[in-house]
Every structure is written in structure tokens, then in C-alpha cells.
């Protein structure tokens, strides 16, 4: 199976900040890796596929990028909305599965 | 709008079984796989499996191959997953997603692009 890595594991930030959270495959996926937020209570809300693609309606603050083995999620300007736990996972093989998370909170 | 409709929260005891029911509705029930994915307390996402509803076609995670059956109904647009040999390991939040694709290049890069908002599921003597 392919193990997922995501750094940092949690981050406190502010509203309007820009941060990057990067996502690391134990082998080389392509450009098969998605991203996800979680809030608890919700329903899990996907917002990259195929590592750069936006999903319909996500805000454009969300970006992704990367190939292989290293990939990263930024969000250029954060909204208190967008206070969750983030989630990557590959879709190269089955097994999929899924990064441990990276919990954003307010500084 | 596409949804899915996760039945309520369950309590089972050890060695028991559950069936989470997960209803589609707002596009072609048969023209997407609903994936299955739990999340434990304190614990990521994990992948139990996926079917297809056109075909009934199924691939299960290696974890609870044996202990999981995927099904759906066309006439209702629902699918279920029955889990069965329940230990505490299995306490978690169940989703039903709907899993999508997009073709570039002649490859096929799969996603998940709906959620429904999870089933909770405590194993407790």
C-alpha cells in the first residue's frame, strides 16, 4: 500500500494569511492525488483532483501543485471558513488512502 | 443538487453486524461508484472499498475483505455496506461518497467529488 505524509500535522494561523501544506507518497503517483476538507459534523468537501485541478466551486484562494512524490496545498489568503483539518490521498492504486491530516486553527 | 442520505447512527455489540444504508439522489445513480471510507476517533481516513452500480462490480480493502459486503439497489439509488465480525476497531464515522473521473491524456484520474455526512458506529459490550 501506499503510505501517505502530510506536514506540518497541525498549524495555527490568522485570517489572511497564506499557507502551504505539502503531502508526500511513499512512491511516485503521477499527478493522482486529491485533496479534501474535513469539518467535523460536515460532509467531507473535496476541493483539488488530480493535484492542480479546482473543484466546481471551490474559491480560487485554494491551489495545489506537485507530481511524483512531493505535492502541496496553499490557500493564498485564509477565511475563517477555512478553519479544518486537510486531508490528502491517492487515487494512482488501490489500495487508495489517505494522508493523516493537517489541522489548521486560528492563532 | 447531487446528495447522499446516510442512514442514522448505530450501536452494536462485539461480533455483531451493521448495514449502513447511503440513498443518491439528484443524478445517474448508475453512472458513478460509490466508494466506502471510515474515519476512526483520533484517526485519518481510511478506504474500506468501492462499487459499481451499474454492474455490481466491487473491490474491497484487503483490511475487512471477508467481513464487508457492498451492495446497491437501482430501483431506490441506494447502496449499502455490511460489515460484519465487529470489533471496537471498527468504532468510526462511515461515509458514502461518490466517486468521479476526469480523462486527460488517455488516463483516467479518479476522485471522490460528494460526501454524505457519515454514519457513526460505536462497537461497545
Known amino acids: 500500500d501506499i503510505q501517505m505524509t502530510q506536514s506540518p500535522s497541525s498549524l495555527a494561523a490568522s485570517v489572511g494569511d497564506r499557507i502551504t501544506i505539502t503531502c508526500r507518497p511513499s512512491q511516485a503517483i503521477g499527478t493522482y492525488l486529491n485533496w479534501y476538507q474535513l469539518i467535523p459534523g460536515k460532509a467531507p468537501k473535496l476541493l483539488i483532483f488530480a493535484a492542480s485541478n479546482l473543484h466546481t466551486g471551490v474559491p480560487s484562494r485554494f491551489s495545489g501543485s506537485g507530481s511524483g512524490t512531493d505535492f502541496t496545498l496553499t490557500i493564498s489568503s485564509l477565511q475563517p471558513e477555512d478553519f479544518a483539518t486537510y486531508s490528502c490521498q491517492q487515487s494512482y492504486n488501490y489500495p487508495w488512502t489517505f494522508g493523516p491530516g493537517t489541522k489548521v486553527a486560528i492563532k | 443538487q447531487v446528495h447522499l442520505e446516510q442512514s442514522g447512527a448505530e450501536v452494536k455489540k462485539p461480533g455483531a453486524s451493521v448495514k449502513v444504508s447511503c440513498q443518491a439522489s439528484g443524478y445517474n445513480f448508475v453512472s458513478y461508484g460509490i466508494t466506502w471510507v471510515r474515519q476512526a476517533p483520533g484517526h485519518g481516513l481510511e478506504w474500506l472499498g468501492w462499487i459499481s452500480p451499474y454492474n455490481g462490480n466491487t473491490n474491497y480493502a484487503q483490511k475487512v475483505l471477508g467481513r464487508v459486503t457492498m451492495t446497491t439497489e437501482k430501483s431506490t439509488n441506494t447502496a449499502y455496506m455490511d460489515l460484519g465480525s465487529l470489533t471496537s476497531d471498527d468504532t468510526a464515522v462511515y461515509y458514502c461518497?461518490?466517486?468521479?473521473?476526469?480523462?486527460?491524456?488517455?488516463?483516467?484520474?479518479?476522485?471522490?467529488?460528494?460526501w454524505g455526512k457519515g454514519t457513526t458506529v460505536t462497537v461497545s459490550s
Open positions: 461518497a461518490r466517486g468521479n473521473s476526469m480523462i486527460r491524456g488517455g488516463d483516467s484520474y479518479y476522485y471522490i467529488d460528494v
